[in-house]
């Protein structure tokens, strides 16, 4: 099993764009999940305004199916270790690993901000957040996910 940190912005839509165009990269993620053990977390802004429910009911089946949670707030984290204080994204994919999944676990970080990790961060699959996640980077990421996955 693999887990999949999913920022929305820049990722299912292109930064900054209309709400008409909302999720429209979803079906590239549906396509480089499809048929493998993958779980989904979110790290999206959209977690400080919405429940985890009302989350899922933007998203289709494909994605909506394998999402087990959401990451806490960087403002309440408690312990940040050192290494991790000045990329938030990242503390907060950590806070959230270590409470619910073993030490061991194959993590990706699906994001088009690369500041929130800390620099040549391995986990990060960063995605241009310009054009959201095409189909190249819908490609890209399905290999990183079969190669996490042997």
């Known amino acids: 099993m693999t887990l999949l940190f999913l920022d929305f912005d820049g990722i299912l ?3 900054f764009c209309h709400a008409s165009r909302h999720f429209e990269c979803e079906p590239s993620l549906a ?7 993958v779980e989904i977390v979110v790290t ?20 909506s199916s394998k999402i087990v949670g959401m990451t806490p707030r960087y403002s309440q984290l408690a312990d940040v270790p050192h290494k ?6 990242e503390a907060e ?5 270590s409470a619910n999944r073993p030490a061991y676990t194959r993590w990706v970080a699906v994001d088009d901000r690369p500041w929130l990790f800390r620099p040549f961060c391995p986990n990060l699959f960063l995605v241009d957040g310009k054009r959201g996640l095409d189909e190249q980077s819908s490609q890209s990421l399905r290999a990183r996910l079969n190669e996490l996955s042997r």
């Open 93 to 97: 994919c950590s806070a959230w690993l």
């Open 31 to 37: 396509f480089a999940i499809s048929a493998l053990d």
């Open 13 to 15: 839509h292109p930064e």
């Open 44 to 63: 999206s802004t959209w977690r400080h305004n919405l429940e985890l429910k009302e989350i899922m009911g933007r998203l289709s089946d494909p994605v």
């Open 84 to 89: 991790l204080a000045l990329y938030e994204r």
